[in-house]
């Protein structure tokens, strides 16, 4: 099991946390949807920045969705497998990628029962 992090905004965390993962999700004025899932490792490494830094980057571009935010949520290991690879998305990034095909399916089917918390994020 590891915590991983996904930095948002207040509202979209609120909405992911009670529906699970939308890989259908546009955002306003956005040209297609999510697809996916990124999270980060909790520790790191941050070789694309941090969930805080997205969460700020976020809230910066959509100022009416609630704040900076991070959805941490426990993942079992077998799913987080599911959507690491190599060379795309090893592990060894600290970035872990849910798509379909790769670990999304199993981990919507499993977003209930895995323990989830909001954490407001300060800005700068």
Same mark, same amino acid.
């Given at each position: 099991?590891?915590?991983?992090?996904?930095?948002?905004?207040?509202?979209?965390?609120?909405?992911?946390?009670?529906?699970?993962?939308?890989?259908?999700?546009?955002?306003?004025?956005?040209?297609?949807?999510?697809?996916?899932?990124?999270?980060?490792?909790? *520790? &790191?490494?941050? !070789?694309?920045?941090?969930?805080? @830094?997205?969460?700020?980057?976020?809230?910066?571009?959509? %100022?009416? #969705?609630?704040?900076?935010?991070?959805?941490?949520?426990?993942?079992?290991?077998?799913?987080?497998?599911?959507?690491?690879?190599?060379?795309?998305?090893?592990?060894?990034?600290?970035?872990?990628?849910?798509? *379909? &095909?790769?670990? !999304?399916?199993?981990?919507?089917? @499993?977003?209930?029962?895995?323990?989830?918390?909001?954490? %407001?994020? #300060?800005?700068?």
């Amino acid at each position: 099991m590891a915590l991983l992090r996904h930095g948002t905004t207040r509202g979209r965390a609120e909405k992911i946390v009670a529906n699970g993962p939308d890989p259908d999700f546009v955002e306003p004025g956005g040209n297609g949807a999510a697809e996916g899932f990124s999270t980060f490792l909790q *520790r &790191g490494p941050f !070789l694309f920045g941090t969930a805080e @830094d997205y969460a700020r980057f976020k809230a910066a571009a959509f %100022p009416d #969705e609630g704040g900076p935010a991070i959805l941490e949520v426990e993942v079992p290991d077998e799913i987080i497998l599911l959507a690491t690879s190599e060379p795309y998305f090893p592990l060894s990034q600290g970035l872990v990628q849910f798509d *379909r &095909g790769a670990g !999304l399916e199993e981990l919507r089917a @499993d977003w209930m029962y895995l323990a989830k918390r909001i954490v %407001p994020v #300060e800005a700068p």
